[in-house]
Structure formats: C-alpha cells, structure tokens
C-alpha cells in the first residue's frame, strides 16, 4: 500500500473513530440504550488501534504485543472485582491513564530535546501533559488505597498544609514557563516530573471517605484532560476529541458531586477538603429508642409505603442482597417500595444504583433525592440503611454544622424512620445525628446485613410469604 | 530561502495549534451536551465508559513503542501501551458488566 493511501485511512479510522465515542455516550443516556454505547465504543477503540498499526512509522510489533497481552491480562482480572471495589479500580484506572500521559510525554520530551528539535510550543504543551498525567498517577494511586483501606482513610492535615501544596505547584509552574522560555533545559523537566508526583499524594491526604464521589470525579477530569495534552503534544485529534470528552464527563460529575455536598467548586478544587472532617466535641447524647428486627418487621407489614434510603453502610456490610430480600417480601404485599438515592452515598458518582441492581432491584424503583423528598411526608416507614450525613435534618437548619446547607433527604418527615446502625458512633463529618433522637425514629442497632436478614425472615416467616 | 521558508513554517504550525484548540473546544462543548443527558442511575458505568474511551492514548503509545528511537523511549511507551489497554480491556468490560445488571422491573405474574 502506498503511503498516502495509509494516511487516509488512518485518518478515517479516527474520525470514525470519534463519532463513534460521541454515541457511545448519547447512548449511555438511558438504561435501555447503553449496551449499544459500550458496542460503539469498543468497535471505534478498534478501529482507531488498527489505524494507528498501519502507521508506515511502526518498525517493530513485538513490544507492541506483549505490552499489549499484559495490559489484558491485568484488565480482565480487574474487570471482575466485585462491585462494592468498583471505587477503587476506577481510581486505579485513573492512574493508568494518569501514568500513560506521563510517560509519553516523557519519552516525546527525550527524543526531542535529545535531537534538539524540540519547540517552546512542545516543551510548553509537554509540561502540561506530564504535571497532569503525573499528578493524576500518584493522586490516584492514593485514592485507590485509601478506598481499599490499604492506606488510613481518615484525612491526613497539617499546619500550612495549603501554603505548602500551592508552593509545590507554584514551583512546578515555573519549571514549566523555565522549559518554554528555553526547552533544553532537562534538569528543570525532571524537577516538574518529581514535583508533579509528590503533588499528587499530597492533594489526596487531606481527604476523607465521604469526598471520594467528589475527589474521583476531579481526578477523572484530570485523567481526560492529561488525554487532551498528550493530543497537543502528539498532533492528534482523535486524542484531544477523546480526552475532552473524558474530561467534560469527569468536570459535570465534579459539579454535580459539589452541588450535592454544597461545596464550592474552588473549595474542592484547592485541596481544601477534609478541613469539614475535623471532629467536633460531641454534645451531650440524647436519648434515642431502639428497636428489635420484629419491631420493625412489624412495622413494615403495616405500611402501605416505604422508602429505603442506603448509604456507603450497606456497602460496607455487603447489604444489598438483604435489602433485596426485604423489598421482595414487602412487594409481594402490595406495599410500594422505593429507594432514595443521594448523589453522594456510597464512595464514587452512581455507587448505590450500581449495588442495588447487582442485586436485581429494577430500576424504576430508585428514585433521585429531589424526587423523593416530595413524597416523603407521605410516606409510612424510612428504613436508613447505613447511611448517616445524607439524612442528618442538622444540615437543614444548623448554622454550625460543618455540613449545614447540604442537600438532604428528608427521612425526618416520614410518619416513622427506622434507622439500622452499627453504633451510637457520628458519622464521617463527625457530627452527631440528630434524627436518631427525633421521636419518630427508631434504632435498629447491628450489622446492617444480619439486621436486615432477620427482618426479612421475620416477614417470611409471619406474614402471607411462601 | 529563508524568509520564505519561515513564511511556510509559521503559519502551518499556528493553524495546527489553532485547529487543534477549536478541536478541543468544540469535543469539550459535545462532551457536556452528551454527559448531561445520561441518567444519574448510570454515573458509575458513565465514569468506567469514558476512562475506557480517553484509553485512546493507547495510540500515541503505540506509536512511541513502535518507532523504537531510543531503547529509554520504547520502554516508557511500552509501558504505556500496557497501561492504556488494561484501562481499554478492564473499562468495557466492567461497563457491560455492570449495565447487565440494570434491569426493568419484571411484568406481574
């Protein structure tokens, strides 16, 4: 084949390539669709590897090969983790493609300065792409152990801990203009590369487990626009279209997150969180009503609605089949049965709706919080399953609550709430719960998974089931 | 020979810089227009579908790996090869693994 002709077909696998991205994500839009989303995107991934081969550049597939063998044996493993670990390989997956921009830039920064014909442009565009794909690799990395609990979750602060993050970036900045202002000069690229790892780590340790959705959003964003660099820096469309895609995607998650814990956008984006997760002095303990898995089961055959409101609790204790169990028994008496999701329960965008369908509970019935909140003085029974902030009515009224003017569900206007927890213990912002002492609720203390077991057996067993 | 030989390279290299950010503004602009509309049921696979797509980094890395122009240059992309595809291989995969799950509820018996 002549070389032109490679070119053009090259080029056409690209654009056809990044139209087909684009539906991949409209079809993303509804769940009936977005089978056919992962198809296109997977045929235009095809497309565009065997456009690239043909490239007349390429004198030598074998290291192709077998990084490209390993990089599947180590995807298929990490495809089948179980789903309450899909927060940590996303984070790991944000690493990878933190660490591949890192690396082609790197190895784009070598050859060129190496030849001498590097442009101020290139090493410009180059610098950008290695502080984000470097940053993006370590920062992570550490938000993968963190949410795998390898590293301690509790947020890591120290005195002048800002001053200190923005003088590594600030420094790192200079390195960048240093290698525009003159490209050759390599010390000042490898200082960008180490500071750009060590940043990384140090905007991760001030963040606790309920700024997760928020934080891996952010370095989502982060991972798609190291993409769009490594585009600049290679000439290539295909690569900016992507990664601006990735990045867009990751940026709305961001803001969603944000909204949902009325954070500012700069608030997060300045490594200024975990600064609401220093503990305040507890109040004095109100006393509250606890409850046994009759009780409630009780309870629960009596009313006629029940919302089920989860959180990162159910999990933790690996709930979702339990809570399954129950909305069987309860359905199958003609009781409606909805679910409250919160943007940010569970510890990544969406994590409650991916474990309650692993747990076949059909879509419909999970309902988004401004929804439900409307139906919620209706409503009979709230059953809380391990979720703690999300329904804490503090938020609504307390002016001095870290998390006041956060967006709840209303499970305290239920006419009864009963709430399934492990202890008297506050929640991750630190703050104690007032709902669990309101007159209408009710404590159901245990493991969220064996409580909800028993109560499901209670309505096996007593009522009009089997 | 030199003027014009500036006259050629300059304007080339401004319109690739120039093609490429409205490229980029415009892929940003589709970007938030397609997201917007995806469920908040599918947050989670959304997050592993588009870490599977900017994957696509898998073709610099390619290139880097293949041209072989310094030993230090092919190593650093092979590297990045196996990184790209374990996000390619791992992020469709668990994507459909996931959308799978998401069903509508069942007619009643």
Request: glycine residues 0%.
């Given at each position: 084949m002549n070389a032109a002709l490679v070119g053009n077909l090259t080029h056409a696998s690209y654009i056809l390539a990044a139209g087909l991205f684009i539906f991949s994500l409209r079809w993303l839009s509804r769940p009936q669709t977005a089978r056919r989303g992962v198809l296109a995107g997977v045929v235009g991934m095809g497309l565009a590897i065997v456009g690239t081969l043909l490239h007349p550049g390429i004198s030598n597939y074998l290291w192709i090969l077998v990084a490209a063998s390993l990089g599947t044996m180590i995807g298929i493993p990490l495809s089948r983790v179980p789903l309450t670990a899909v927060p940590q390989r996303t984070a790991l997956s944000h690493a990878f493609g933190g660490l591949a921009a890192g690396l082609v830039g790197t190895a784009k920064y070598m050859l060129w300065a190496g030849d001498g014909s590097i442009t101020r442009f290139q090493s410009g565009v180059i610098a950008i792409e290695v502080l984000l794909g470097f940053l993006t690799f370590t920062g992570s990395l550490m938000a993968a152990g963190k949410l795998q609990e390898a590293i301690p979750t509790r947020p890591i602060t120290f005195r002048g801990q800002n001053y200190f993050n923005f003088t590594l970036l600030g420094v790192a900045a200079l390195c960048g203009i240093g290698l525009v202002v003159d490209p050759s000069l390599w010390p000042l690229f490898a200082v960008l590369c180490v500071l750009a790892l060590v940043f990384g780590v140090m905007l991760i340790l001030p963040i606790g487990g309920a700024d997760m959705p928020t934080v891996i959003s952010i370095l989502n964003s982060y991972a798609g626009l190291a993409a769009v660099a490594m585009g600049f820096v290679m000439d290539n469309m295909l690569l900016v279209t992507a990664g601006a895609l990735d990045g867009s995607s990751g940026f709305i998650l961001s803001l969603i997150m944000c909204r949902a814990m009325n954070r500012s956008f700069t608030n997060v984006l300045f490594g200024a969180f975990g600064q609401v997760a220093v503990a305040q002095a507890a109040g004095e303990q109100k006393a509250v009503k606890s409850a046994t898995p009759q009780d409630v089961c009780d309870m629960l055959e009596n009313a006629a609605r029940v919302v089920i409101v989860p959180g990162y609790g159910m999990a933790v204790a690996q709930a979702q089949h339990r809570v399954r169990e129950v909305y069987d028994q309860l359905t199958k008496r003609g009781i409606d049965v909805k679910f409250a999701i919160h943007p940010v329960a569970g510890r990544m965008p969406g994590h409650m709706n991916v474990l309650l369908a692993e747990a076949d509970i059909p879509y419909e019935a999970l309902v988004e919080m401004d929804d439900i909140n409307r139906d919620l003085p209706q409503t009979d029974v709230v059953l809380v399953v391990g979720a703690n902030d999300v329904v804490n009515p503090a938020a609504r009224h307390d002016q001095s609550s870290p998390i006041y003017g956060m967006p709840i569900i209303d499970a305290d206007k239920a006419k009864l709430c009963v709430a399934i927890k492990r202890s008297m213990n506050p929640g991750f912002a630190g703050v104690d719960n007032e709902l669990y002492s309101a007159d209408n609720t009710l404590m159901l203390f245990g493991d969220a998974k064996a409580m909800l077991g028993e109560v499901a057996k209670a309505l096996t067993g007593g009522g009009l089931g089997h | 020979m030199d003027a014009a030989h500036l006259a050629h390279a300059v304007p080339a290299a401004g319109t690739s810089l120039w093609t490429m950010l409205l490229v980029f503004m415009l892929s940003t602009f589709v970007g938030f227009a397609v997201v917007q509309n995806v469920?908040?049921?599918?947050h989670t696979p959304l997050m592993s579908l588009t870490n599977a797509i900017s994957a696509i980094a898998v073709v610099a890395s390619i290139l880097i790996a293949g041209e072989e122009l310094s030993t230090t240059s092919t190593i650093l992309g092979s590297i990045a090869v196996a990184a790209s595809m374990t996000n390619i291989v791992s992020g469709f995969l668990i994507t459909d693994r996931m959308l799978k799950m998401f069903k509508e509820r069942e007619p009643k018996k």
């Open positions: - | 469920s908040r049921l599918l």
